[in-house]
């Protein structure tokens, strides 16, 4: 089955000429490492692109990609997973790793599912990013609606068998705190940022929670960083943090985004 972009020419350019310019000017200037796991913001390439790009272009990118996102839209089942088949970006379509995939869905946890990632744009920006750094990349597409922390805590525990003897890097796709001003957002965002950074899946949550954040990707990053324990001693690094008012001029009502990069081994 072919995914085709829903959002080329409305997040980011449709033209694959003026895309390789985007990234081009936003590449990362320091060496490339391999990584477990990177966060990177999902919005439109005007507010968040350079912030994510940056990140991942800062990382080896291996063979296969595991994309975990949130679910927009509310269709689909639970965790979806986009079916065997190849997702379409300007520079050419992205196979997806049908072993992976089956591994996956075998569990009942993971499921099969085109629905919820039909309009979903939170994977989608993010796919272009890694044809460009990698062109035979293959990508595991998951979305992730309310989910309890049992749910949570098996499916990092089914994603974590089904990788563990491959060499892949997990992207969770998230913005932070939304539509509130600069100075409020900045203050949420740096809670959530300081329990991402100590890879306290808990803390993030309880976070969230308690301080009215509205960060879009908690299920998926709460599954992440419970990977990211299952891998062993890791370290987590943020690369930027910014908001939209930085593009808009608009600092009363700003959407933050961060990239933080985990990985293997102690500081």
């Known amino acids: 089955m072919r995914r085709q972009a829903a959002v080329a020419g409305y997040f980011y350019p449709a033209d694959k000429n003026t895309l390789s310019r985007f990234f081009n000017e936003n590449t990362s200037l320091s060496p490339k490492k391999d990584a477990l796991m990177a966060i990177v913001p999902h919005a439109g390439y005007i507010y968040s692109g350079a912030t994510a790009f940056r990140t991942l272009s800062s990382l080896n990118i291996p063979e296969t ?40 869905c075998s569990s009942g946890v ?21 044809r460009f ?9 998951i979305t992730v609606k309310n989910s309890n922390k049992n749910t949570l805590k ?67 990053a709460y599954i992440g960083l419970l990977y990211c324990k299952l891998c062993g001693e890791h370290r987590a690094e943020l690369t930027e943090h910014t908001h939209s008012g930085l593009a808009s001029g608009d600092y009363d009502s700003v959407v933050g985004y961060a990239g933080i990069i985990y990985y293997r081994g102690e500081e």
């Open 133 to 141: 750094l990698r062109p035979d990349v293959k990508i595991v597409c």
């Open 65 to 104: 990609v595991v994309l975990l996102g949130p679910n927009h839209t509310g269709q689909g089942t639970s965790i979806s997973v986009f079916p065997e088949g190849s997702w379409e970006t300007p520079f050419g379509d992205v196979e997806t790793d049908y072993d992976i995939i089956a591994e996956l």
């Open 154 to 220: 098996t499916a990092s525990e089914i994603l974590f068998s089904s990788v563990r003897n491959k060499n892949v890097l997990i992207v969770v796709s998230s913005d932070m705190n939304h539509f509130e001003n600069a100075q409020i957002t900045e203050q949420k965002d740096a809670l959530a940022i300081d329990a991402l950074l100590k890879s306290d899946e808990n803390m993030l949550y309880n976070v969230v929670v308690g301080n009215d954040i509205s960060m879009c990707g908690v299920f998926p």
């Open 110 to 130: 993971f499921e099969r599912d085109t629905q919820a990632h039909r309009r979903e744009h939170s994977l989608e920006v993010i796919v272009p990013m890694l």
